[in-house]
């Protein structure tokens, strides 16, 4: 229970937010009585911004001026692996195109009274073959997260390294548990370097390469998984892809499954202390911001004109052409087809492997911080995973609040559907209600929620997903191709080897 006085601050906060006061049992205000309820959203604070790239979707057949400026390399799109490309690039002249606001795509951040938090991707595996240097040379600072640093919630319990020393805590049955356990041993020798599951597929063992011909469902019951040893796993994979592994290629769902058992880093900020410092390193005159691409279209000269419009996602802006000698789409592969002329017509097939899901990332604001892990899977419940930022060391909020971050995934074309279609004010009821239920310490100090969503960042691959994801992200003409769903998985290393190739692609081209 907090101490804090009832400031004037307090005050105008809740009078602008419009909240109800009502008596309520679990006070912070205690004896007082009166409570106060949470600010909660009525609107969406931050999402992405798709009014031109939809208008492409649905054919726009836009008027193309002639191209006004030009370069080497036009790079579109500013998540993580197009700012790996641009800063590869360095020697090369080039404009990296961006439709929000700002870079960093998936990998962004935000910070409130000192404590970063992301927006979007916060966990990976540290620096491992074959990015050392790529990680030595940002020197960004990662955090081990521990096995006991994560937890499971459900039927009134949260247990503590459910993948480790807590894995026979779980309230499941003993035969759920010990397959559960035969399991997860055959996932931490996926975790090996050399004998395991990695990228690239091709140079996997035969019987690893296998399990691309089945979904994960199937592979759940290969392992003799039960209906709670089949939720718990797919919890995990929706942590990571957001959605089950009912569609999955078993060999994705595997790796993924592999990569939690592995060691786990992230930093204050998550992805976006990479993208921060990528982006740093590329000069600010190579960068355009607010300039959504709506065609890239190879001309019979050589040059690629890439045309888009100025002035923000958003808004119909003016129409603007660059003409550059090579471009790399640093984009989802569905936008690709809609923007790159002729590619949809030479690759009608290509995207039969893919379904993208829609993800709702929530920052809970509480009057003051509770000790809980840093990350939370509670499957039953309507969030399912919850990340507490503030518990990463020097990352507390100055003013002793707390924070957390609450990821609820949308699957396929019907979750996004109903994402886009829900009532705002109601996702945040949902959210503290939960919230109140997972750690009862917050119960009466949810102070604010704050709300993003995002419609395409995560991917569910196929079985039969690597022959596809080959082809699809092969060159096409000068165009070259980045974004982490080249590899079938939006994960960090796929974004930074996808921008890496993209780069030798580029030079490749540039040489011809
Ligand atoms: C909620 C959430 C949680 C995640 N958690 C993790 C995690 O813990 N670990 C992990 O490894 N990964 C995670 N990810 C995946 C994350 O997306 C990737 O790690 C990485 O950020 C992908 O980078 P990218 O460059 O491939 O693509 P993106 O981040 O998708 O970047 C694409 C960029 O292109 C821009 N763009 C799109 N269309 C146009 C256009 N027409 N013109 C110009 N610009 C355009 C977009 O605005 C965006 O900035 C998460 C993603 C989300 C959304």
Known sequence: MTNRKFTRRDCLRFAVGGAVTLPFAQSVWGARAQAVLPQLPKSFDEID????????????????????????????????SALTAAWRLADRKVMLLEKEGETGGNSRGREFEGCRYALGAFMNQGPMAPFEDFFRELNVPLVEVHGNQHAWAGNGRLVRDPLGQGLGRLPFARTEVKALEKATQLLASYAKPKEGIFFPRADNTESIRALDRNTMWAEYQRLGLGAQGKQFFDALISARVGDSGEMLSAWMGSYLLSSAVARNYTAPGGHAVFSEVLRSRIPASSVRTSFTVIRVAQQSSDKVWITGVRGGAGSEGQLETIEADTAIMGVPKFYCMHMVEGLRQARPNALTQYTYNAYLVAQVFLRERIDVPFETCAPNNFTRFIVAPDQLPGNARRDGGGLLTIYIPY??????????????????????????????????????????RWGHPMLTTRPGMDDALEKVRESFGRVAFAHSDSFGVTGLYSAIWTGMDAEAEARAILMS
């Open 411 to 452: 699957p396929r074309v019907a979750g996004r559907a109903m994402l886009y279609a829900a009532d705002v004010k109601a996702l945040g009821e949902q959210i503290v209600r939960d919230i109140e239920s997972v750690y009862p310490a917050a119960r009466g100090k949810v102070e604010a929620v704050k709300l993003h």
């Open 49 to 80: 911004h798709f009014d031109v790239t939809h208008r492409v979707r649905d054919g726009w057949q836009a008027s193309i001026p002639e191209p006004t400026s030009s370069c080497e390399v036009a790079i579109v799109g500013g998540g993580i």
